[in-house]
């Protein structure tokens, strides 16, 4: 059975992405190995799934690492362990897999292992951020915005926002326009407010039609 009380986002990762995890690449053989692995798991051949993911996380290799972490979250091996979970994933975190260093983020955020930290979830989601997690980078800025598992600095804050809005993350793009609109962490800039409410507008976001339509009405207004 699954371990109870999880709230981690429990995903494999295909062998095809884990280049696109920022972890260092595999030499041929071991990717191969690696890929077997995937298959056989897709298929739902466990056991020799299982058996791979160890003797390649035996070898640090951080995806195979990632992935029996989720495999014993997921209750898919014998003896199901969370400690083990734990100590897998933080070794693909250290290998530089940004998936285990969000999850591990996470994790540490909300307590899944038995106690909070969020001074050490900020220093993965950090770490995953720069590593160009869009997840990761808008996490940093609510940290630094709320002041919350960082120094509230809002300036750092709309930094982080602005990256995860160029990732395309439409909660960000809002909350940068609210920061042109108010000068806050930023110098004020209507123009600038408007961009990132359009493009918010334009990913889905309710609320910022209204914010375009009502920035325009002000730059007319004192344009004339």
Same mark, same amino acid.
């Given at each position: ?14 062998? =095809? ?14 990717? =191969? ?25 035996? &070898? ?54 038995? &106690? ?71 110098? &004020? ?36």
């Amino acid at each position: 059975m699954p371990l109870p009380a999880l709230r981690l986002c429990c995903a494999l990762v295909l062998a =095809t992405a884990v280049a696109a995890q920022a972890a260092p690449a595999l030499p041929a053989a071991l990717q =191969t190995e690696l890929d077997r692995a995937v298959l056989d798991y897709g298929s739902g051949r466990l056991a020799p799934a299982l058996a791979a993911f160890e003797s390649l996380a035996r &070898r640090h290799v951080p995806a195979a690492e990632y992935n029996l972490a989720v495999m014993h979250l997921r209750g898919e091996v014998p003896h199901p362990d969370r400690a083990a979970a734990e100590r897998w994933l933080r070794a693909a975190a250290r290998g530089g897999f940004v998936t285990a260093q969000l999850m591990l983020a996470r994790s540490l955020e909300n307590g899944d292992f038995g &106690r909070r930290d969020l001074a050490q979830a900020h220093d993965w989601y950090e770490r995953a951020a720069v590593a160009g997690s869009v997840e990761a980078q808008l996490a940093m800025g609510t940290a630094h915005y709320l002041g919350r598992g960082r120094a509230k600095d809002p300036a750092r804050a709309a930094a982080w926002f602005r990256q995860a809005a160029q990732g395309g993350d439409v909660g960000a793009m809002y909350l940068l326009a609210s920061m042109y609109e108010q000068g806050d962490g930023v110098e &004020r800039d209507l123009r600038l407010a408007r961009y990132w409410y359009a493009a918010a507008a334009q990913l889905g976001d309710v609320a910022a039609p209204g914010k375009v339509q009502e920035l325009d009405a002000r730059m007319a207004g004192q344009a004339s």
